[in-house]
């Protein structure tokens, strides 16, 4: 069974950081980049965070740029984001999912196999 598990969310204040996984089961997943993405209540799904199939090549949205950081362990079929300097802003359900189609890194349609979530909370 094709899937993403995302965990590490959780409440945390401004300035804080947190650590988010994506454990991935049932597929190859070293064979695709996997994206991050936020949704806020009344938002669509945002871009946050892209990593290429070896890690060479990552992305970023502007509004987390040198404050997020994506990396991934092909052993562990495991992608992380490590978010620091948490923003009330930053407060969404975050999900991982894998690329499977073109265009670009953000746009959401070019993925497949979501996660269920997990909740950032940057409360102040």
């Known amino acids: 069974q094709l899937q993403l598990v995302e965990s590490g969310g959780g409440l945390v204040q401004p300035g804080g950081s947190l650590r988010l996984s994506c454990l991935a089961s049932?597929?190859?997943?070293?064979?695709?980049?996997i994206g991050w993405f936020r949704q806020a209540p009344g938002t669509g799904r945002e871009g946050v965070a892209y990593?290429?199939?070896?890690?060479?090549?990552?992305n970023y949205a502007d509004s987390v740029k040198g404050r997020f950081t994506i990396s991934r362990d092909n052993v562990k079929n495991t992608v992380y984001l490590q978010m620091n300097s948490l923003k009330p802003k930053d407060t969404a359900v975050y999900y991982c999912?894998?690329?499977?189609?073109?265009?670009?890194?953000?746009?959401?349609?070019?993925?497949?196999?979501w996660g269920q979530g997990t909740q950032v909370t940057v409360y102040s």
């Open positions: 999912a894998a690329k499977t189609y073109g265009g670009s890194w953000d746009h959401d349609c070019g993925y497949d196999y």
């Open positions: 990593i290429a199939e070896d890690g060479s090549t990552t």
């Open positions: 049932g597929f190859a997943f070293d064979g695709y980049p």
